[in-house]
């Protein structure tokens, strides 16, 4: 008989995540993790104290895969070019995994455990809009209106939330193109 593989926290978030993009996060239970990695219940408190710390834990891992995403979206471009590409891999990214997204942490700033992934994401939007000039709370507060356009187009559309028929693409590419000339106008 072969041994079962060790469970460790990364395989914990690995199940966990496999879970959400099933079920979503309201099918997330200490329990049905257990089952998906094989042990009991208990034996997960050896590597997540609580489903908080594993919901921050997936928080974490979201951000992550999300900043490799963007980072290798706008790697090479830069100006507009940089931006519509994060804008477009950021919805890309909520269109292959809404489950997943809605995971995400909307304040990972004020999580020790996600501060560093929450500051790994942020320094990749704020390099994108470096070139435009932006510093301090300009920055910020282009970084929030690219946070909303993509954020919020992206959740209404993984929700069914646009139910006219034209096209989701062309409003998309018309909220980008407002937000480059908004970037423009500022710099």
Do not use: W
């Amino acid at each position: 008989m072969s041994a079962r593989p060790r469970l460790t926290t990364a395989k914990v978030v690995d199940a966990a995540l496999e879970l959400i993009d099933e079920q979503g996060a309201d099918g997330l239970t200490l329990s049905a993790v257990a089952a998906r990695t094989g042990v009991a219940t208990p034996s997960l408190y050896k590597h997540v104290a609580s489903l908080g710390e594993l919901r921050a834990h997936i928080g974490v891992r979201v951000l992550e895969e999300m900043t490799d995403r963007f980072t290798g979206a706008v790697l090479g471009r830069a100006g507009d070019d940089a931006v519509s590409a994060l804008l477009h891999a950021y919805r890309s990214y909520v269109r292959e995994h809404p489950n997943r997204y809605a995971a995400a942490p909307m304040d990972p700033l004020h999580n020790d455990l996600q501060l560093a992934a929450g500051t790994k994401f942020m320094e990749v939007v704020l390099a994108t809009l470096r070139q435009y000039g932006l510093e301090g709370s300009d920055a910020i507060h282009a970084t929030r209106r690219l946070r909303v356009i993509a954020h919020g187009f992206a959740s209404i559309e993984s929700s069914g939330g646009f139910g006219l028929p034209e096209g989701l693409d062309d409003t998309y590419d018309q909220l980008v193109r407002m937000y480059l000339t908004d970037l423009r106008g500022q710099s």
